[in-house]
Structure formats: structure tokens, C-alpha cells
């Protein structure tokens, strides 16, 4: 029956829905790259008798020396890695203005929200091709943080996938790193829980396709290497080459996507809790080759931050002591130390609050007392 004249459209008919078209990934590249060789560790083991201490063993090199590695068989469905990556693809789409209507509040070093591509590269003038949308954890503090449109109407898969990705990967990835520094199980689990407050985000990530000139330009001014601000990031498979890693020996290699896996890092405040031991590795997305110049390279990833509350401080792991890596600082309970909100914040406001990025090749940032090398040839 047609509606009749006098008929008022309901709430729902006058919103927009957006269409969330099905996203696939494109063909890999045909060019023959120096790739890195990382392990994979299979997450089908976890639960076996022994399986984590097997499993831990096998990470142990790549979690201290490397920085890098793959997990396969994390139980996550591809079909719903691809619905992220297909809403994520929809956000990039939106007009302008209603990726704005939530950006990312950069002057207090928060990061949930949208980044815009807007800022110049030094004195290029080329701007920046990334853009990103960083949605925070869907727990109850996080209730009043403002919803982009596309996020909204999707927000029960989002929040489904969110919450699976850390139970499924970055929780097992705890206790595993748990086990090789001889800590209680639940120890990193504890000091990185998804129900208390933390900047972990989930990321939709695109570089825009842009011209093999510009690509030269950015990357002439800086090739962008970096280290990972929180504790572990993960990489769900795309591919569109173009991830480099420095290897412990000092060279440049390039990270090969592996179907159904998620490539994995260590990061910063990793670092910090285990003076030095975790390994933060020097990273950087160069020019893709010239068979993926014209495909937009979309990512999901996955940023574990420290909790809010939980000390920067060295954890009590007898694997430190044993390599004389505690002072008696560390072991001092009545030391003052920041907190891993303070910290982040303020890493996340020292490179991103500006309107130009700068070159900072050799630079370090240090914030009471913790410090790091800034950006890597
Ligand atoms: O896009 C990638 O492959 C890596 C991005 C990255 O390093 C980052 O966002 O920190
Ligand atoms: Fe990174």
C-alpha cells in the first residue's frame, strides 16, 4: 500500500543509512621485495597442555630482538576482518565535514577520533596522504565519546571485533610475554585490562594514492621511521606493500602480509616496563611499488596502550633482575613514576600537535624520565 499524503516519515526513514559496500583485498604485488623473515606463532596452540610455554619459546627471539612477528589461527573470522576493513573504506568515503564532526583532539594528546590528511611535510609542500579513525574500547567510560555516523549504525560489529580482537590476540600475546619474563600470568593482562580505561584503539588507516612525485617529495623530506607509542600494535593483513622494519642487523626489509594472519609488534611502553628487554622496533611505510601506486592502501589495525592508571615502572621479573636490568629505583615502591595516560598523552601530543610536520631525524623525546629516539633514517 503506498504511504498516504498525511503519513509523517519515521525517525529512522529521514536518517541517512549509509551503504557499507563489501571490501576485498586487491592483488598483492608482483614485484619481487627483500622481505623480512618473521615467525609465525600459532594461537590454535594456546590452550593445548603446554602450549603457552611452547608457544613462548617460540617468541622469545622475535619479542627481544626482532620486535616483529605473525600470529595465525587467532579464531578471528576473516569474513568479519573484512566487514571492519569494508565500514572503515565506507568512513573514508564520507564527506569531509562529517569526518570532522569528531577529530582528534591533538592539543591534549588524545587520539580517538578522526585524523585528517591536512598537515604539511616540512617545506615540500606536499601534505601528508594519511588518514585515520581511531574508536576507542567499548566499555562504559568510553559511552560518551563522539560517534562518527557510520560508526554508529555499525557499532554493535564494531564493538563485537573490537573486543575480540583484544580477547583473542592481545590477551594471549600478554600471557605470553608474561611467561618468558617469569611473571604471574595475568600480570601484563592486568596492567593492559579491556575493561578499565586505556587509549587502546581500534584503526581504520588509509594512505591515499598520490603521485610517484609526491612520493618522492614526502619521502625525501622524511622516510618516517618510527616506534610505536603503546605497548603492542597489530597489523591485520592488506596488500599493499610498503612496511619496512629495521632488522637487528641494521637493514631494510619489507613486512610480507600473510593471508589470514596479523603482524604483530612490540612498542614503547613495552619497552619501559621491561627496561629495554621487550624490543620496540624502528618501522616505516615507504613508497608502495609501482604496480600499487593507484590502489589506496587501507589498514585495521589494533593499538594496545597501557591502562590509564597503571605505573611506568619496571615490573618485578626475575628474568630482569637475573640480567641486572633493575636498579634499586625500580625496586623502590616509593619512587614517583607517571602513569601510562600521562605518558601516551603526552607522546601523542609531542608528534602530532602541529600543523607542519617537522623533520626530527635524531631527536629524541623525553618525558620525566622516559625517553625515546624520534624518527629513523
Ligand atoms: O600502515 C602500516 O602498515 C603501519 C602503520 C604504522 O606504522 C603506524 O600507524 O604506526
Ligand atoms: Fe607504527
Given at each position: 500500500?503506498?504511504?498516504?499524503?498525511?503519513?509523517?516519515?519515521?525517525?529512522?526513514?529521514?536518517?541517512?543509512?549509509?551503504?557499507?559496500?563489501?571490501?576485498?583485498?586487491?592483488?598483492?604485488?608482483?614485484?619481487?621485495?627483500?622481505?623480512?623473515?618473521?615467525?609465525?606463532?600459532?594461537?590454535?596452540?594456546?590452550?593445548?597442555?603446554?602450549?603457552?610455554?611452547?608457544?613462548?619459546?617460540?617468541?622469545?627471539?622475535?619479542?627481544?630482538k626482532v620486535g616483529f612477528w605473525?600470529?595465525?589461527?587467532?579464531?578471528?573470522?576473516?569474513?568479519?576482518?573484512?566487514?571492519?576493513?569494508?565500514?572503515?573504506?565506507?568512513?573514508?568515503?564520507?564527506?569531509?565535514?562529517?569526518?570532522?564532526?569528531?577529530?582528534?583532539?591533538?592539543?591534549?594528546?588524545?587520539?580517538?577520533?578522526?585524523?585528517?590528511?591536512?598537515?604539511?611535510?616540512?617545506?615540500?609542500?606536499?601534505?601528508?596522504?594519511?588518514?585515520?579513525?581511531?574508536?576507542?574500547?567499548?566499555?562504559?567510560?568510553?559511552?560518551?565519546?563522539?560517534?562518527?555516523?557510520?560508526?554508529?549504525?555499525?557499532?554493535?560489529?564494531?564493538?563485537?571485533?573490537?573486543?575480540?580482537?583484544?580477547?583473542?590476540?592481545?590477551?594471549?600475546?600478554?600471557v605470553l610475554i608474561a611467561i618468558?619474563?617469569?611473571?604471574?600470568?595475568?600480570?601484563?593482562?592486568?596492567?593492559?585490562?579491556?575493561?578499565?580505561?586505556?587509549?587502546?584503539?581500534?584503526?581504520?588507516?588509509?594512505?591515499?594514492?598520490?603521485?610517484?612525485?609526491?612520493?618522492?617529495?614526502?619521502?625525501?623530506?622524511?622516510?618516517?621511521?618510527?616506534?610505536?607509542?603503546?605497548?603492542?600494535?597489530?597489523?591485520?593483513?592488506?596488500?599493499?606493500?610498503?612496511?619496512?622494519?629495521?632488522?637487528?642487523?641494521?637493514?631494510?626489509?619489507?613486512?610480507?602480509?600473510?593471508?589470514?594472519?596479523?603482524?604483530?609488534?612490540?612498542?614503547?611502553?613495552?619497552?619501559?616496563?621491561?627496561?629495554?628487554?621487550?624490543?620496540?622496533?624502528?618501522?616505516?611505510?615507504?613508497?608502495?611499488?609501482?604496480?600499487?601506486?593507484?590502489?589506496?592502501?587501507?589498514?585495521?589495525?589494533?593499538?594496545?596502550?597501557?591502562?590509564?592508571?597503571?605505573?611506568?615502572?619496571?615490573?618485578?621479573?626475575?628474568?630482569?633482575?637475573?640480567?641486572?636490568?633493575?636498579?634499586?629505583?625500580?625496586?623502590?615502591?616509593?619512587?614517583?613514576?607517571?602513569?601510562?595516560?600521562?605518558?601516551?598523552?603526552?607522546?601523542?601530543?609531542?608528534?602530532?600537535?602541529?600543523?607542519?610536520?617537522?623533520?626530527?631525524?635524531?631527536?629524541?623525546f623525553e618525558f620525566k624520565g622516559?625517553?625515546?629516539?624520534?624518527?629513523?633514517?
Open positions: 500500500m503506498a504511504p498516504s499524503a498525511t503519513e509523517t516519515p519515521s525517525t529512522e526513514e529521514t536518517q541517512r543509512r549509509i551503504l557499507v559496500k563489501p571490501w576485498s583485498r586487491p592483488a598483492p604485488t608482483s614485484e619481487k621485495l627483500d622481505w623480512a623473515p618473521l615467525i609465525k606463532i600459532d594461537l590454535s596452540r594456546f590452550d593445548e597442555p603446554g602450549g603457552k610455554e611452547e608457544l613462548a619459546k617460540d617468541l622469545f627471539h622475535a619479542v627481544t605473525v600470529v595465525v589461527n587467532s579464531g578471528i573470522d576473516d569474513e568479519r576482518v573484512l566487514k571492519q576493513f569494508s565500514i572503515g573504506n565506507t568512513f573514508f568515503k564520507e564527506p569531509l565535514e562529517e569526518k570532522r564532526s569528531a577529530p582528534c583532539n591533538f592539543a591534549n594528546g588524545e587520539y580517538f577520533g578522526y585524523r585528517e590528511n591536512s598537515r604539511w611535510i616540512g617545506d615540500t609542500g606536499v601534505k601528508e596522504n594519511i588518514e585515520m579513525l581511531n574508536i576507542p574500547k567499548t566499555i562504559p567510560a568510553y559511552n560518551d565519546e563522539p560517534k562518527h555516523e557510520v560508526v554508529r549504525q555499525n557499532y554493535a560489529e564494531i564493538a563485537g571485533f573490537h573486543r575480540e580482537v583484544w580477547e583473542k590476540v592481545i590477551r594471549k600475546l600478554f618468558i619474563l617469569e611473571l604471574p600470568e595475568d600480570y601484563l593482562v592486568n596492567a593492559h585490562a579491556y575493561d578499565e580505561k586505556s587509549d587502546d584503539h581500534l584503526r581504520y588507516m588509509i594512505y591515499n594514492v598520490r603521485t610517484k612525485k609526491e612520493w618522492d617529495l614526502a619521502q625525501g623530506y622524511s622516510k618516517g621511521g618510527h616506534t610505536d607509542f603503546g605497548s603492542l600494535t597489530l597489523l591485520f593483513s592488506q596488500h599493499v606493500a610498503g612496511l619496512q622494519i629495521r632488522t637487528p642487523e641494521g637493514d631494510w626489509k619489507y613486512v610480507k602480509p600473510v593471508d589470514g594472519g596479523i603482524t604483530c609488534n612490540a612498542a614503547d611502553t613495552l619497552t619501559f616496563l621491561t627496561k629495554g628487554f621487550v624490543k620496540s622496533t624502528v618501522h616505516r611505510v615507504v613508497t608502495p611499488p609501482a604496480d600499487q601506486l593507484n590502489v589506496p592502501r587501507l589498514g585495521l589495525l589494533y593499538f594496545s596502550r597501557p591502562g590509564d592508571n597503571t605505573p611506568m615502572k619496571a615490573v618485578p621479573s626475575p628474568v630482569l633482575e637475573r640480567l641486572g636490568l633493575l636498579t634499586d629505583e625500580d625496586k623502590n615502591p616509593n619512587q614517583p613514576v607517571v602513569t601510562g595516560l600521562e605518558y601516551v598523552r603526552a607522546r601523542v601530543k609531542d608528534v602530532h600537535h602541529k600543523t607542519v610536520l617537522d623533520k626530527r631525524e635524531g631527536t629524541s622516559l625517553k625515546v629516539a624520534n624518527y629513523y633514517d
